[in-house]
């Protein structure tokens, strides 16, 4: 079974700072796809962003990248010129590309907390 | 506008009173799943569909039930609720597409059984 880890429950960075959150999984699966999902105070789910595991280029939706890095089952999330705005709870999710159950398996989750 | 819709939002009950939270989805998708989250857990999955009347067990199923029996709806059912079912419950839906299509959630159901 899929696992996926965040080990770092809280965070604060000043405002227009860069933060990066961290995320490992683990997966004897060599093509899946994984994701950052934001959820701010309203609770609603959000999508930051997607990677194939069979891209070897690091995904980027404007200020948000990712550092992939496949062997090591590594999936960081960077965020640049942080805002306000950007204070939620960030989870990391690993999807598997089977046929049959295509859950998220999502990890803990990492509460970010930007400062004006 | 595409969407996913929970109902009711917010709900507070007791326990073995039974209840029905609904989802209902208007993209015509065929893979729908219940989540429950709770605090150092993360989100876990209940229950999901495949399609209309294909159901299964996700990692957490004790305590629900879950019908389809039309494509866009896939209700979520506690026919005794308990206190440790107190939870925010999640309804998702996606395309069928070996685990490329993005999953979109909807705004979440908070459960309090006292």
């Known amino acids: 079974a899929q696992t996926v880890t965040q080990s770092q429950p809280e965070m604060s960075v000043q405002e227009a700072e860069t933060v990066t959150l961290s995320c490992t999984y683990d997966?004897?699966?060599?093509?899946?796809?994984l994701f950052w999902y934001k959820q701010p105070p309203s609770r609603q789910m959000i999508l930051v962003i997607r990677q194939e595991a069979y891209k070897q280029q690091n995904a980027t939706e404007n200020r948000f990248s990712v550092n992939f890095q496949k062997a090591a089952k590594s999936f960081s999330l960077k965020i640049s010129d942080s805002q306000l705005g950007d204070t939620a709870m960030y989870f990391c999710?690993?999807?598997?590309?089977?046929?049959?159950?295509?859950?998220?398996?999502f990890g803990t989750g990492t509460r970010l907390t930007i400062i004006p | 506008e595409a969407q996913v819709t929970q109902n009711p939002r917010y709900l507070i009950t007791v326990t073995g009173k039974k209840l029905t939270v609904t989802c209902s989805q208007n993209m015509n998708h065929e893979y729908m799943s219940w989540y429950r989250q709770d605090p150092g857990l993360g989100l876990r999955q209940i229950y999901y569909?495949?399609?209309?009347?294909?159901?299964d067990k996700g990692d957490v199923p004790e305590g629900y039930k879950v019908s389809r029996k039309e494509k866009r709806n896939f209700p979520l059912i506690l026919e005794s609720p308990s206190p440790n079912q107190t939870s925010l419950y999640f309804c998702a839906s996606s395309l069928r597409g070996q685990g490329r299509e993005t999953q979109y959630f909807g705004p979440g159901t908070r459960l309090l059984v006292l």
């Open positions: 997966t004897s699966e060599s093509n899946y796809y």
């Open positions: 999710a690993f999807r598997s590309p089977n046929f049959g159950n295509e859950k998220l398996t």
């Open positions: 569909s495949m399609n209309v009347e294909v159901t």
